[in-house]
């Protein structure tokens, strides 16, 4: 059964700092999905990473794929407030169905 | 092209009584998925379903809980006689074909709160 474990669960940072979340996931899978969810809104999608050695970027948000060592990061750089929100990784079943297992999620607050 | 549709976005319901949440997918998408998220948590995968024809329910709580994907119109998710234990937020989503390739789009989601 594929699990999905992510860390910190919250991250408290200062503007200006740079922080990573990790994802760590059990079993092999070809595609890992990082989302971005406001409070009380849907899912907003970051990135798909396909394949191994995968790094995609956007504006101050960078993320990454090892599918060997089964970790996905994602990289904040100077953070600004706006990016406080939770993010979850998840990453797809594969089989006859790719249904999407998440991860915990982590709780960012950028403080001024 | 519309994104994935999703009604009511918020449901209050009694003890006892019944939900219903439904999910039109987007145009082209004959696959819909349904997850569902409890207060401070990640999302977990209830149910997958075709045009007709539900593939893995995996999820899905044994009792209480169904789900369909009629020929025409949106796909339904069926609460009955709700719990607190089922308040929370509905998410479907919905894909082009089930395959490692495609990208599942998700709709606003149905927060459901039961008194």
């Known amino acids: 059964e594929l699990k999905v474990e992510q860390n910190p669960l919250f991250l408290s940072m200062q503007e200006g700092k740079n922080y990573t979340i990790y994802c760590n996931y059990s079993?092999?899978?070809?595609?890992l999905y990082w989302y971005r969810q406001d409070p009380g809104k849907s899912l907003e999608s970051l990135f798909v990473l396909l394949s191994n050695g995968a790094v995609k970027q956007e504006g101050r948000l960078m993320a990454s794929l090892d599918t060997k060592a089964r970790l996905s990061t994602l990289h904040i750089t100077a953070a600004v407030h706006d990016l406080s929100a939770t993010y979850f990784c998840?990453?797809?079943?594969?089989?006859?169905?790719?249904?999407?297992?998440f991860g915990t999620g982590t709780l960012l607050a950028v403080q001024p | 092209n519309a994104g994935v549709m999703q009604n009511p976005r918020h449901l209050v319901r009694r003890r006892g009584q019944e939900a219903r949440l439904r999910c039109s997918p987007m145009?082209?998408?004959?696959?819909v998925y349904w997850y569902r998220q409890l207060p401070e948590e990640g999302l977990k995968f209830m149910v997958y379903l075709q045009k007709e024809n539900i593939i893995d329910e995996s999820g899905m709580p044994k009792e209480r809980f169904s789900a369909e994907f009629p020929k025409e119109g949106p796909s339904i998710l069926r609460i009955q006689q709700v719990v607190r234990g089922d308040s929370a937020a509905y998410f479907c989503a919905s894909s082009p074909l089930a395959q490692l390739l495609y990208e599942q789009y998700f709709g606003p989601g149905t927060r459901l709160t039961v008194t």
């Open positions: 998840a990453v797809a079943d594969g089989g006859a169905t790719n249904k999407l297992i």
């Open positions: 145009k082209g998408h004959s696959h």
């Open positions: 079993t092999t899978s070809d595609r």
